[in-house]
């Protein structure tokens, strides 16, 4: 189930990446997965946020305490192999945009949602 | 079809959403488009890009050229309506996250996409 991160309060760092499938899925969800798996355990990693529809358009934000973690993991080992064998397969797409969160606001209603 | 915002050279802003829908639809699509097409109107707007799951669970990011089009577009009178039909009928939860954008990098492939 996806979720909202309940980042700290700002400022912290946010990195978007927006990008589109190709239709070549061989290997994707393990070194996927395995990616998920890697950043959690990155010192100064907030939480991620990803959507990806039908179509093979996503966005997946990451949070980060600061730019020297974000930094860390851009030269982690297996997130540049990753990097590499996206721009070869799995990615026609790609922008990755480096953002300092200055302000925020969470709003939670009453509602039942759709999200089990 | 959803595309990548090619936005110009950093710095810019990044207004990001990130929701979750109720099960009420009702009169969302409606307003939905009328908020894309009034926010495309607005100076200083550069663009936006979205993604919703089909469990409801969403991100649409805005990118804008300063920060006094940013409040310019918090203070528009339809958006502000909508804004609050959201919070009484269609999210039961969101993040808005107001970022400076620093950097960016993007890269397109010789791939065939999914996407037409």
Known sequence: MNEIVRTPKPPYYAVIFT?????????YE???NDIV??????KGFLGAESVRDKDGFGMTISYWASMDSI??????????KAKELGKEKWYSQYMIR???VNSDNFFAGNHNTKIK
């Open 30 to 32: 393990q070194v996927a």
């Open 37 to 42: 798996r890697i950043v959690s355990q990155q």
């Open 19 to 27: 990008s589109i499938r190709t239709a070549n899925d061989k290997g």
């Open 71 to 80: 930094n860390s993991w851009k030269n982690n080992a297996p997130h540049q």
């Open 98 to 100: 480096v953002c300092l």
